[in-house]
């Protein structure tokens, strides 16, 4: 058989296979997930977010160490053509650490925190909504 056919033959066995997917996962017990739903709460979004906080700051304790022992390579290498270069990396370094920090903090743990407070205030609307239709009704 030749390489074209093999890979022909390989392409149309994933294809066939891809197809025949279902939208569940077998979690071990030959339970495929069906019947199950994603419960989302505003508790449960602010949960992540504070984990993305410490995700935040582990990443800038990690970062602080790194910078410390690289910021000592420049100075070391006094006479070297590629010591200064040091002064250019450690600054583009500082842009990009900065640049996932404020990705972290504001487009992961602050929309996080953002989508629970569109969770709460929907749930308070929807609890008040309850009540007033509720109201005066004798509920056993």
């Not at 339970?31 to 989302?40: A, E, M, P, S, T």
């Not at 842009?95 to 404020?102: I, L, M, R």
């Not at 953002?114 to 509720?134: I, L, V, Y």
């Given at each position: 058989?030749?390489?074209?056919?093999?890979?022909?033959?390989?392409?149309?066995?994933?294809?066939?296979?891809?197809?025949?997917?279902?939208?569940?996962?077998?979690?071990?017990?030959?339970?495929?997930?069906?019947?199950?739903?994603?419960?989302?709460?505003?508790?449960?979004?602010?949960?992540?977010?504070?984990?993305?906080?410490?995700?935040?700051?582990?990443?800038?304790?990690?970062?602080?160490?790194?910078?410390?022992?690289?910021?000592?390579?420049?100075?070391?290498?006094?006479?070297?053509k590629s010591g200064p270069?040091f002064a250019s990396f450690?600054?583009?370094?500082?842009?990009?650490?900065?640049?996932?920090?404020?990705?972290?903090?504001?487009?992961?743990?602050?929309?996080?925190?953002?989508?629970?407070?569109?969770?709460?205030?929907?749930?308070?609307?929807?609890?008040?909504?309850?009540?007033?239709?509720?109201?005066?009704?004798d509920l056993k």
């Amino acid at each position: 058989m030749s390489f074209e056919e093999e890979w022909a033959n390989a392409r149309a066995a994933a294809t066939t296979e891809t197809s025949m997917r279902l939208n569940a996962v077998d979690d071990g017990s030959g339970n495929r997930g069906l019947g199950r739903g994603l419960k989302v709460t505003s508790s449960v979004l602010n949960d992540r977010a504070e984990k993305a906080e410490i995700v935040r700051e582990d990443f800038l304790k990690a970062d602080n160490a790194a910078l410390t022992e690289t910021s000592q390579v420049g100075p070391s290498l006094k006479g070297f053509k590629s010591g200064p270069a040091f002064a250019s990396f450690i600054d583009r370094w500082k842009s990009k650490v900065e640049y996932v920090e404020k990705l972290v903090q504001n487009d992961v743990a602050g929309a996080l925190r953002s989508s629970a407070q569109t969770f709460t205030e929907r749930e308070r609307k929807e609890r008040d909504r309850h009540r007033s239709e509720n109201q005066g009704q004798d509920l056993k």
